[in-house]
């Protein structure tokens, strides 16, 4: 489902439904998942709709959250100055895009999941972010494509002393999103202290895969600072 499209398009998966369809610069926009129906008018007289994965922090409701915290299902345990790869699930949020030569604007953005949230950090200084667990893997998992999206991490312990950790923080506005099949991110993990971390992304695009529409960037939002530091434990 996933690419880029012309003007009349239809398109089932999943049991999504999304539909552009219309004659002349006049289109109708319909889309249908978990029971919900959207439907907008599209006047247009070129251009494509782009569908890819976004950056999983825009339902039910935008500005809820702008973290992802993932957490593992099954701890990992890291020596000092040891680098590890391993691979987690993320959720996968859907955005449908109207795109042209001169300018991108969303139409709309939908999720198969159940969105949760969860406070990281204390009560009177943490962060909400959109709550998410996962299996930790040894390799690219498979995944429901619609569904969740394939987490790369790239962790290293820079401490002296064995970390654990349990859940890892990642900011938004840092992720960078690509997709074939199915959505991707690759992110680092560097850890500081028993307690304190720094998240951050790999933006190169990987071979066989198309970055995905930035949210933030359409929004013509500056991403100055590249890292986020997990100060309120990766346990």
Not at 26 to 42: A, F, L, P, S
Not at 131 to 158: C, H, I, M, Q, T
Request: aromatic content about 12%; some cysteine; charged content about 30%.
């Amino acid at each position: 489902m996933f690419g880029k499209y012309d003007l009349n398009v239809h398109l089932e998966q999943d049991g999504v439904k999304i539909e552009v369809e219309g004659r002349g610069k006049k289109k109708i926009y319909r889309r249908v998942c978990n029971g919900e129906e959207v439907e907008k008018h599209i006047y247009a007289k070129e251009g494509n709709i782009v569908i890819c994965p976004v950056e999983p922090v825009n339902l039910p409701k935008e500005g809820t959250a702008e973290h992802l915290l993932v957490k593992l299902t099954k701890p990992i345990i890291i020596e000092p100055d040891v680098e590890s790869t391993f691979y987690v699930t993320f959720p996968v949020e859907i955005g449908i895009f109207l795109v042209d030569k001169k300018d991108v604007e969303r139409i709309d953005i939908f999720t198969l999941t159940k969105p949760k949230y969860a406070l990281y950090g204390p009560p009177e200084s943490g962060i909400i972010c959109r709550w998410w667990e996962s299996d930790v893997y040894g390799e690219v998992p498979e995944v429901k494509r619609l569904f969740e999206g394939v987490l790369r991490v790239d962790a290293k312990n820079s401490y002296r002393e064995w970390v654990e950790i349990s859940k890892i923080v990642f900011r938004a506005l840092d992720m960078k999103v690509f997709y074939n099949d199915y959505a991707y991110m690759h992110a680092r993990l560097n850890i500081l202290k028993k307690t304190v971390g720094e998240t951050s992304f790999n933006e190169r695009k990987p071979k066989n895969m198309q970055p995905s529409i930035d949210i933030y960037e359409a929004k013509g939002i500056k991403k100055l600072e590249k890292k986020f530091v997990v100060e309120w434990g990766l346990k």
